[in-house]
């Protein structure tokens, strides 16, 4: 496993995320031998959100078992909701996320993210209210997901100018496979003709908790891009965001690079995410020992610049 570093965290963050949503946790089941598989595979960041059903609640038994100083919980406050698409205010923080350590069974969250953005709120009451929880000790770190870059430097410039914490890391969309498509309503990614925030990420150092970096499974190996009953075998989120004929042919050249290196395309796939310049983290769901086996040895999976500019469309042949 490999590790970066989280302004906040004491602790090295693992390069793969497990990712907690998943039928079995968001019901509410107990998923510990999968947990334990990660934990022992060297990943020790576990993804979760306030939104994923019962996600936090069976995350927490897990960790009652004598895990908690062992690793990283990173949950999610202020999804949208039906009678409020625009639920991004301190007083949403607050209220999520002691519902959210209610239900992890712990009195901290390591990095807390808000789930979502709303470009009317006011990002000064924000950023006051996550700095109040960092200084309380509730949480080490936070963040945003699916914010854009633009805002997440002007939101840090208030903060800069108001002696207040700053946004330590971002979670946006980020993977080989392009999101043309708006999944789920209020997506950021930074994938595809987006060069200009890659570019921001970059220079500005800031860590991605990058989601959806299989493209919801279009990029796990599961599929063939020649298959013709794929569109059937997608749910509706996959189809909007990844279903796309460029994104097939990705995927047919990791299938034919995946067999010449001796990899998974999905550890093929998560390698070309670590070999883009970027700090990044990426959260993976992972079903079985076996999967998580996998992911993590993707970390030792190296590609050249000419493999990536393969994988990527940028060139022809290798």
């Keep these: ?7 906040g965290i004491e602790k090295p963050v693992s390069r793969i995320v497990f990712g907690c949503s998943n039928d079995t946790m968001n019901g509410g089941g107990d998923f510990s031998e999968v947990l334990d598989a990660a934990l022992e595979a060297g990943i020790n960041t576990f993804d979760t959100a306030r939104v994923y059903g019962k996600s936090e609640r069976s995350l927490g038994r897990w960790l009652k078992s004598g895990r908690r100083e062992d690793v990283i919980v990173e949950t999610k406050c202020c999804h949208p909701s039906l009678l409020r698409p625009d639920r991004v ?72 100018a108001h002696g207040l914490e700053k946004i330590a890391l971002s979670s946006p969309h980020f993977g080989l496979a392009v999101q043309h498509g708006d999944p789920w309503g209020g997506c950021v990614t930074i994938s595809g003709d987006n ?27 599961r599929y063939r891009a020649d298959d013709k009953t794929l569109a059937r075998k997608l749910d509706a989120p996959t189809r909007r965001g990844y279903l796309y004929e460029d994104n097939l042919r990705r995927l047919e050249r990791a299938f034919e690079l995946a067999e010449a290196k ?57």
């Design 1 to 7: 496993m490999k590790y970066t570093h989280i302004e």
């Design 195 to 221: 060069a200009a925030a890659r570019k921001w990420y970059i220079e500005n150092g800031m860590p991605i908790f990058a989601y959806s970096g299989l493209a919801r499974g279009l990029m796990s190996g």
């Design 89 to 160: 205010t301190a007083k949403d923080i607050m209220s999520d996320f002691d519902r959210s350590l209610g239900e992890l069974g712990t009195d901290y969250a390591d990095i807390l993210l808000l789930h979502r953005d709303n470009a009317k709120a006011d990002t000064g009451s924000i950023m006051e209210c996550l700095t109040a929880l960092k200084e309380s000790g509730r949480i080490r770190a936070f963040g945003v997901s699916n914010w854009t870059h633009v805002r997440i430097a002007e939101a840090n410039a208030y903060a800069e």
């Design 262 to 318: 001796g990899c998974t395309v999905a550890q093929l796939s998560v390698a070309w995410m670590f070999a883009q310049g970027l700090d990044v983290c990426a959260i993976l769901s992972q079903s079985s020992p076996k999967r998580v086996s996998e992911n993590a040895a993707a970390c030792d999976v190296v590609i050249t610049e000419e493999e990536s500019e393969y994988l990527d469309l940028k060139r022809e042949k290798l």
